[in-house]
């Protein structure tokens, strides 16, 4: 059972199908009917004028901070943020920028501390020019970001003539959780990214969508970054089943990681399930014998896998290559794991 994250999910049959039948051009040259019809719905879905097909939502990201800034700015951005501590630091080695990270409540940043964060006009500082928000917020457990936090803080962009970014790696399923549209949470983003990897199960690939304008200064920061692809049609073929097919039953992860978080605390472990609002659980081991890193590794030798987020909890994800029977067999494992385990 691996519960690492939706990452690992496999492409389905009906994708690598697609693949296989895929019409391919040079996409360099923008011609590759298959990556331009990929681009062109998910700019209509999310209600923008064009999108930009990428390797991964890292490259997503960088290349929307790459075309949004220049060298010496600052981006506003949440602590916890995957921007902040999973990219390498991509942000300042790309594109010689510094991050201002605000600490956030469930993922979201306080809009009054985001308005006290930008700089004014003075010698001594650099430039805000950006300002990102990250929707589901995944260190906070999938957390999902209301769209009143993203309507407060990009009123607030605006006011300074400053560009709002959007990780929507799990966009999708924050609209889902939240019964908001892609489409309204992207009314408050200059730029969104979002990946087909994920819970999506496209094999590779993010998107990210924006103005034309915007998507052509992107499209040549992919560029430098070397992630100009050839016949990518074959990727894009994927990920068109992921944005026709594969988007509805991300509700069948949440309702999973629900019934996991509930049964885990059941057995006694220090699980939230009121916390948990989209398809990832995090259970803490302070009422066990075992650190967060002890736990995965006997967990591993029975065949259940999941990350720690910290020395004293680990996240457990739910995807559409974990059945309900195969929570209810880790459900198995955590029972008699917790017998073993408890103080
Ligand atoms: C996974 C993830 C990314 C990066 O995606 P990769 O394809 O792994 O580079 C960015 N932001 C968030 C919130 C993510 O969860």
Redesign the pocket.
């Known amino acids: 059972m691996d519960l690492r ?1 939706d ?1 690992v999910t496999k492409p389905t049959a009906e994708m690598r199908k697609a693949i296989a039948e895929a019409e391919v051009g040079d996409d360099v040259y923008g011609e590759d009917p298959t990556v331009n019809r990929l681009e062109e719905l998910a700019a209509e879905m999310f209600g923008k004028e064009a999108a930009l097909f990428v ?7 960088q290349v929307s901070i790459m075309a949004h800034t220049q060298r010496g700015d600052e981006v506003i951005l949440e602590a916890d ?3 902040f501590w ?2 390498a630091g991509a942000m300042a080695v790309l594109s010689g920028v510094m991050p201002h990270p605000i600490k956030g409540r469930n993922g979201a940043m306080d809009p009054d501390e985001v308005r006290r964060a930008i700089r004014p006009k003075d010698i001594h500082f650099p430039r805000t020019s950006l300002i990102s928000i ?1 929707n ?3 260190r906070s457990g999938g957390r999902v970001v209301p769209i009143e936090n993203f309507k407060a803080i990009y009123e607030i962009a605006k006011e300074h003539g400053i560009n709002v970014h959007v ?4 966009i999708f399923n924050a609209a889902i959780a939240s019964n908001v549209s892609v489409k309204e949470y992207a009314k408050y983003a200059d730029s969104l ?1 979002f ?1 087909l ?2 819970g999506l199960c496209a094999p590779v690939g ?1 998107i990210v969508v924006g103005s034309k304008q915007f998507i052509e200064r992107a499209r040549k920061a992919r560029k430098i970054l070397g992630g100009g692809m050839r016949q990518a049609g074959v990727l894009a073929a994927a990920g068109i089943v992921a944005l026709t097919k594969m988007v509805d039953r991300l509700k069948q992860d949440h309702e999973n990681a629900k019934f996991l978080a509930l049964k885990l605390r059941e057995i006694g472990y220090m699980v939230n399930p009121e916390e948990v609002e989209t398809n990832m659980v995090i259970l803490r081991t302070d009422n066990l014998r075992v650190d967060a890193h002890q736990l995965l590794k006997t967990m591993k030798e029975r065949g259940v896998l999941a990350v720690a987020f910290s020395d004293s909890s680990i996240r457990l994800v739910t995807h559409n290559d974990v059945s309900r029977s195969d929570i209810l067999r880790a459900l198995d494992v955590f029972e008699k794991l917790f017998k073993e385990f408890r103080l």
Not at 167 to 170: I, K, N, Q, S, T
């Open positions: 994250s990452t390797a991964s939502g890292t490259m997503g990201n943020s995957h921007i999973y990219e990250e589901t917020h995944n990780d929507g790696a799990r990214m990946c990897s994920k993010s």
